[in-house]
């Protein structure tokens, strides 16, 4: 069984901020990782995703993740919060040969001006 | 590159009726799955076709079913509508072989009166 948990369902970072959004994750096989984010009435993008390379992973709009076995963690980071980065996020896992995704329950992001 | 399409983009129905909606993937992709997101909550799987074939399921009655054409594009039916199945509908793209992530389409949402 895979399971993603989420601390935080509201976070509020001033801008220009670090951003840190939290995910830890229940996988009795290596997972795979991905974080998604989803604006308002809209799908959901792909921010970045580990697939057991590197274990800290870039993706695009500034964001990073670090892949912690020890810590069956995956939080996402960004060093600048933009306006533009409110939105709200999920963390997701899979494994090899299991195709579904399971999500957390998401974490809205509000930047303060 | 035209990424993953849905229609309709916003549908209502009444409890009893039947719902279909529709999705083609991103070009070059095979595999599709589609997710229900209640609202305020993360995404839930509902199946996966690939090869015209359901391949996995998720915690979902028979009545949601699904179609894959030999364009790769798919259909998500659901019968006897229940006010609980009132959701944004997503469809999500990918690659068989060789790809970790699914590219998602902007999703439908379906009110069920």
């Known amino acids: 069984a895979q399971s993603v948990t989420q601390l935080g369902s509201h976070v509020s970072v001033s801008e220009g901020a670090l951003v840190l959004l939290r995910c830890n994750y229940s996988?009795?096989?290596?997972?795979?990782l991905f974080w998604y984010v989803q604006y308002p009435n809209q799908g959901l993008q792909l921010l970045l995703k580990y697939t057991s390379a590197a274990t800290l992973v870039k993706g695009i709009n500034g964001f990073e993740a670090e892949f912690k076995k020890s810590e069956t963690s995956f939080h996402l980071t960004k060093p600048s919060a933009h306006m533009s980065d409110a939105a709200e996020y999920f963390c997701a896992v899979r494994t090899f040969g299991n195709e579904k995704l399971t999500f957390g329950t998401g974490t809205r992001l509000t930047i303060i001006p | 590159d035209a990424g993953v399409t849905q229609s309709p983009t916003h549908l209502i129905k009444t409890r009893g009726q039947q719902v279909t909606l529709r999705c083609s993937p991103k070009?070059?992709?095979?595999?599709v799955s589609w997710y229900q997101q209640a609202l305020g909550q993360g995404p839930q799987f509902i199946f996966q076709?690939?090869?015209?074939?359901?391949?996995q399921r998720g915690n979902f009655p028979d009545r949601f079913s699904g179609h894959q054409f030999p364009n790769y594009s798919s259909e998500l039916n659901v019968n006897a509508l229940l006010l609980g199945d009132s959701a944004l509908y997503l469809c999500?793209?990918?690659?068989?072989?060789?790809?970790?992530?699914?590219?998602f389409g902007p999703g439908t949402r379906l009110t069920v009166t």
């Open positions: 999500a793209s990918s690659l068989r072989q060789g790809a970790y992530e699914q590219y």
């Open positions: 076709y690939y090869e015209e074939e359901e391949r």
């Open positions: 996988s009795s096989v290596p997972p795979y």
């Open positions: 070009s070059g992709h095979d595999t």
